[in-house]
């Protein structure tokens, strides 16, 4: 049995602009850190293979 609050819409919360500008700033710090990560696998990962790739003996 599912009882919705009747002013559910007022219960919304509505951020200001200060708010929005926060957020956008922070998912955009997140984002650069995940990529500058992902970067640093790729490439530490290149570099252990290194020669390693080039020299397969069977």
Same mark, same amino acid.
């Given at each position: 049995? &599912?009882?919705?609050?009747? #002013?559910?819409?007022?219960?919304? !919360? !509505?951020?200001?602009? %200060?708010?929005?500008? @926060?957020?956008?700033?922070? #998912? /955009?710090? *997140? $984002?650069? !850190?995940? $990529? +500058?990560? +992902? @970067?640093? =696998?790729? %490439? &530490?990962? *290149?570099?252990? /293979? $290194? %020669? #390693? @790739? %080039?020299?397969?003996? =069977?």
């Amino acid at each position: 049995m &599912s009882t919705e609050h009747p #002013n559910f819409e007022l219960d919304a !919360v !509505v951020q200001t602009e %200060a708010q929005k500008k @926060v957020i956008k700033r922070r #998912n /955009l710090a *997140i $984002g650069l !850190v995940l $990529g +500058a990560l +992902a @970067v640093i =696998f790729f %490439a &530490s990962t *290149i570099i252990r /293979l $290194g %020669a #390693n @790739v %080039a020299d397969r003996t =069977f």
